[in-house]
């Protein structure tokens, strides 16, 4: 029989523990739920607070603050254009830079083999002004004459050459004297020549692509004293 009260009462005592556990768990959650929702109840008329304006003095001053940001992303906005344009404006003056230098490459590529021809060309208009004229006529050997025609035909050929390829001859007789493609040996008075023209020409230039590769050697008149 004692053993059957103390039984019950264990069991009565278990129940009692797990019911009150429930409800103390009940409790907690209830109270922290209301706790959290009242919580974020006050939470939103502050934020709400925070983000619109109470008072037209708010406004203004909200109004003025937004619109200098507006001014100052303006100012970054036209700023950056103005970098923008200057670096599309350098990038072409370097491509157009590269394209004239690609230009001038190609065509004064034959400039230091033309200045070595310009020797030859002076030693065969020596050798061909260096026969007599009197060969020309039919008495004259055949050889002379042979040889005359085929120094002719030589130089002419190679002035052809030269054209091609932009090399022009400077003979600047009775021409205004120009120190880019002239270069003065000597002075002298001529009469009904204009001070400062070319009166002889001791040496013939050359230019390539109006790019003076020798410059002509030349007399010049000079006022009278």
């Known amino acids: ?13 278990r129940y009692m523990t797990e019911s009150s556990i429930r409800n103390i768990r009940t409790n907690l959650y209830r109270s922290s739920a209301a706790r959290y929702s009242t919580e974020e ?10 983000q619109l304006p109470t008072s037209v003095e708010e406004c203004h001053k909200q109004i003025e603050s937004l619109t200098s940001e507006v001014g100052k992303l303006k100012q970054q906005l036209s700023d950056y254009e103005d970098k923008y344009k200057r670096a599309l404006a350098d990038s072409e003056n370097v491509r157009r830079r590269m394209l004239k230098q690609v230009e001038d490459a190609k ?5 230091s083999f033309c200045k070595d021809l310009l020797d030859v060309a002076d030693t065969l208009s020596a050798a061909a002004e260096s026969v007599p004229e009197g060969v020309e006529g039919e008495g004259a050997p055949a050889a002379l004459r042979s040889l005359r025609d085929g120094l002719k035909l030589t130089k002419a050929q190679l002035t052809q050459v030269f054209s091609r390829h932009g090399l022009v001859v400077v003979s600047p007789l009775r021409e205004k004297f120009d120190p880019n493609l002239h270069e003065a ?18 040496k013939v230039g050359y ?11 030349v007399g010049v008149a000079k006022g009278s004293s």
């Open 1 to 13: 029989m004692a053993s059957l009260k103390v039984y019950s009462v264990g069991r009565l005592a």
């Open 41 to 50: 109840k006050a939470a939103e008329p502050e934020s709400s607070d925070k």
């Open 107 to 111: 065509s004064f590529a034959i400039q």
């Open 185 to 202: 040996l000597f002075q002298q008075e001529v009469e009904g020549a204009e001070p400062g023209t070319v009166v002889a020409v001791s």
């Open 207 to 217: 230019k390539l692509h109006e790019r003076c590769v020798r410059p002509a050697l």
